[in-house]
């Protein structure tokens, strides 16, 4: 992979996981966060659909519409889970688990709904993903599985995960069968969410307002990095790179994850739950190899 390409996919993996950590800095705003930082992202990167729409870079038929909306929608859900898998669990269990069932669940589905041959390689990697969410639950102690609550952080970080592989399969298949341009996914995907979340936020909207205060600024980092981050990807896809050495580099934002959040929430990370990540790191490039 191009040096130009690597270093764009690094430092996507890097504001994937700081806007995670903003995302659960404001775990217990839920709904209204997420209102909030995908009312940022539909106002900052209109300019840029703007573009697209003068210069012809949308092409509307039923089919890119239905879409865009179920696209949307599985990202309204998507977020929502995430926001309440870290408000009841830490950041360092509910992000690496999610970050690798997403290809888990792409692997499995491959196998067994496409008839697709399961290699050496992706066998192996499955069972990385596996052992890997293991230890990240367990933090290296089965004994830990006996504890109240202890596998919530692992349930939302599963559920997360099968939503993104489902909205992976989904925007995948609108790029690519439909030839919508990325930036008009996503910038759709956020312009729904905040007004789906409206009626709801607007039967309360002096609890939606308490929800946000002092959150404001993540909202604002989150709703500008996490369309960044994505646009990185893309345009390191653009530039060449191959897709399966695109999507385990991506992944290193695990281990980046993990790190912020011993370093700046002070969640216990041991050595087993860095492993897990480290594991799951491998899994996901076993994956996409096999």
């Known amino acids: 992979m191009p040096l130009t390409s690597l270093a764009l996919v690094v430092l996507a ?47 509307w038929s039923l089919p890119v519409v239905a879409c865009l909306a179920a696209s949307g929608l599985l990202h309204l859900v998507y977020s929502l889970a995430l926001q309440r898998g870290y408000r009841v669990a830490d950041l360092s269990v509910v992000y690496p688990v999610a970050r690798g069932t997403g290809p888990l669940v792409a692997s499995l589905g491959a196998f067994l709904l496409l008839g697709e041959r399961a290699s050496l390689a992706g066998l192996l990697g499955l069972a990385a993903v596996v052992g890997g969410i293991a230890l990240i639950a367990t933090d290296g102690r089965l004994a830990n599985f006996a504890r109240p609550g202890a596998t919530r952080g692992v349930r939302w970080g599963i559920g997360t995960g099968v939503l993104i592989a489902l909205y992976t399969v989904t925007d995948g298949w609108g790029v690519v069968a439909l030839g919508i341009h990325p930036v008009a996914l996503e910038w759709c995907a956020n312009a729904m969410r905040p ?70 929430l002070r969640e216990p990370v041991g050595p087993a739950r860095l492993g897990g990540c480290g594991l799951m790191v491998l899994g996901v490039a076993l994956l996409s190899q096999g």
């Not at 994937?16 to 909030?36: C, E, I, P, S, Y």
């Not at 703007?50 to 870079?57: A, D, P, R």
């Not at 600024?217 to 897709?243: H, K, N, R, S």
């Open 195 to 264: 007004f789906l979340l409206a009626p709801a936020l607007l039967r309360d909207p002096a609890r939606a307002r308490s929800a946000m205060r002092g959150h404001w600024l993540e909202a604002v980092g989150v709703g500008l990095l996490a369309p960044l981050g994505y646009i990185l990807v893309l345009t390191a896809l653009q530039l060449g790179a191959p897709l399966h050495v695109v999507a385990p580099t991506r992944e290193l934002s695990m281990m980046a994850g993990a790190l912020l959040a011993y370093l700046i």
């Open 13 to 59: 993996a890097l504001i994937h996981a700081t806007w995670n950590l903003l995302a659960k800095r404001a775990a217990d705003a839920g709904a209204a966060f997420v209102a909030a930082y995908t009312f940022v992202a539909f106002v900052a990167y209109a300019p840029w659909m703007g573009w697209l729409l003068f210069h012809g870079g949308v092409t």
